[in-house]
Every structure is written in structure tokens, then in C-alpha cells.
């Protein structure tokens, strides 16, 4: 702090324990570095700020703020002591408020995210937490078909069940579906409109629409693979957004789109064929959560989809 020496050498032998107060101060601090938001923030007075601040650096024994009548920066400690603070931090949140959650039971709400279709899986699912978990209210939130994982990420919904692959690292995939047959969306006006089946060969002869940014490279090719199993090229058709935009785009014949057998019954229209495809694995579905986001009303709902799904074969490839 300006105008003052450096902090006092008090040891930790005379300030026993760990203040998470003073640790939670230091770290809206080095975002903020002004002391008045920082004050704001924390619902506290300025001079509280200051003082736990003055209390973490003695339980240290070094300054970790420089703090001038114009600035506020980190001390090349204080930078080093936030890089290693933060994740702890976060983790030590992350287990209390799962411990609480616990602790309250399963109420509040669960916002379940679902991709495409919230079919009769899904739905019996939530039946079953409904019956279990009368207290938690449950909100269905449809997941753009484009961005398979944000919504779990940005904390718009709780879980979601969304078509695998995942391997996102921060993310955890609990129980899978069973696996689906797999469709190939055409206009009727399409050559392959008139098959009863064809195979993953065929594909080389359709552009494949398929969903655009921010979704993984690797979940993309996924569901629109730029070659046959045979090594042959697919062609690339548009990139969507929405699944009602990608069935739109197939409807006009620009394109076809691989989509699941149930998917494909939900969504039957008169102006585009389905098509049943051989030679390409399974659609599965897999319920996903944030690893750092677990709460007792996720380990219910966990539950609750492990009692309805059917283990798919080769699953644990999924991931």
C-alpha cells in the first residue's frame, strides 16, 4: 500500500488457519485492481478490503499488491500466488456447494438441455425424476444444433443430451442411450428418394449439410464425414445452425442431412424421404454435465436416465 512499509513480518505461528475471506478478497482484487469495485463486489467497506488484504499479506509475509494514489497491480508474488490460487479456489467452491446440495436434498430447479428431438427417452426420464423428486422443478430448453456444449458451459442448462462423440475435457458424459440406425434425409426430387435402403458408399454422391461453428471439428465429422468407409469423398453441403434449418435446406434438394431413426419418425414430412443407411455406426445420445457443476439435482437426473436407457454397444468409444 502506498505511504506504508512493507507488510509486518507476522508469522503464520501467530495467524493460525486459513481465512477463505481474505483468499476470496485477493482474487476479485487482482480482477478488479481498483479497491472501491472490489469493495462493491464483496458487499464490504473499503477499508475491510484493505484490511483483509494487510492480513493476507502477513499470513504470507509479503506484499502481493502495489497500490499508488493512480494504480493498482500485482507484485510479481501476487501474479504467481493468483495463477496457483485460482483453480483451488474454484475447486474448494465447487465441493462445498455440492455438499450443500446434498445437504438440501433435490429441490430447486434442473434445466435439461435436449438436441433435436426431446423424445419419448428423454421424456420418460423426466417423468421418473418427477416421481422420485416432487421438490425439483425441471425446465426443457432446446440445444442449437451447431453448439452441442455451451449451453452446459455458459450455464444455461444444468445437463443435456446431446449425440455423441464428447470429449471435451471439462465436460463429463454419464449414461448413453441406445444406439439408432441412422437415416440419410432427401428431397423427394432426389435420385435416392426411391431406395428402400442404400449404404455408406452411397453417401459419396450427396452433399452432406451439416452443422456449423462453434460445434468440434470432430463432432461435425461425426455426423457429416467427408468420406465413405471406403476412403471415397463426400461432398460438403451447408453448414446450419438448427436442425429445422438443416431440414429446410434438405427439403429445397440442396443437400442431404444424416440424422437419427426416432429424429427422422418425429420429424416426417411430406416433401422429404428417410432413407435407412448401412454401413455407418449408430446415432447414440449420452446425458452430459460440467464436471465442476455437479449437484445433487444432477446425480438424480443421472439416475433417473440410467433407469430408461439401454446400454449401448460400444459406448465407452463414444466418448
Known amino acids: 500500500m502506498s505511504g506504508s512499509g512493507p507488510p509486518a513480518t507476522t508469522t503464520t505461528a501467530h495467524r493460525p488457519g486459513l481465512e477463505l475471506r481474505e483468499l476470496e478478497c485477493f482474487l476479485v482484487l487482482s480482477e478488479e485492481l481498483h479497491f472501491g469495485r472490489t469493495a462493491e463486489r464483496l458487499y464490504v467497506s473499503q477499508s475491510r478490503v484493505s484490511q483483509l488484504l494487510r492480513a493476507l499479506e502477513s499470513r504470507i509475509g509479503a506484499r502481493l499488491v502495489d497500490r499508488t494514489s493512480r494504480r493498482v497491480r500485482l507484485t510479481p508474488l501476487g501474479e504467481e500466488f493468483r495463477t496457483s490460487l485460482r483453480p483451488a479456489y474454484d475447486a474448494l467452491r465447487a465441493t462445498v456447494e455440492r455438499a450443500r446440495s446434498a445437504a438440501r436434498g433435490v429441490e430447486g430447479r434442473l434445466t435439461i438441455g435436449f438436441q433435436g428431438t426431446a423424445d419419448d427417452r428423454i421424456m420418460r426420464a423426466i417423468d421418473a425424476f418427477h416421481r422420485h423428486h416432487p421438490a425439483c422443478a425441471t425446465q426443457i430448453v432446446e440445444i442449437p444444433l451447431c453448439d452441442p456444449f455451451g449451453a452446459l458451459r455458459s450455464g444455461t442448462a444444468d445437463v ?89 435446406l434438405t427439403a429445397a434438394d440442396r443437400g442431404g442431412m444424416l440424422l437419427c431413426r426416432p429424429t427422422a419418425d418425429y420429424h416426417g414430412r411430406r416433401d422429404i424421404v428417410f432413407v435407412p443407411v448401412t454401413g455407418l455406426p449408430d446415432s447414440v445420445l449420452g446425458l452430459v454435465h460440467h464436471t465442476e457443476r455437479e449437484t445433487a439435482r444432477v446425480r438424480a437426473f443421472r439416475t433417473a436416465v440410467t433407469e430408461i436407457a439401454e446400454p449401448a454397444e460400444g459406448s465407452t468409444k463414444a466418448m
Do not use: C, N
Open 160 to 248: 443435456a443430451v446431446t449425440l455423441l462423440p464428447m470429449a471435451e475435457p471439462d465436460l463429463t458424459l454419464g449414461p448413453v442411450f441406445s444406439a439408432q440406425q441412422q437415416t440419410l434425409a432427401v428431397s423427394v426430387r432426389h435420385p435416392l428418394a426411391a431406395r428402400a435402403t442404400i449404404t455408406a458408399e452411397d453417401l459419396a454422391g450427396v452433399a452432406l449439410i451439416s452443422p456449423g461453428d462453434p460445434a468440434p471439428a470432430y463432432w461435425r465429422a461425426a455426423h457429416a464425414p467427408a468420406a465413405t468407409p471406403q476412403g471415397r469423398p463426400i461432398p460438403a453441403g451447408p453448414r446450419v445452425s438448427t436442425l429445422q434449418e438443416g431440414l429446410t
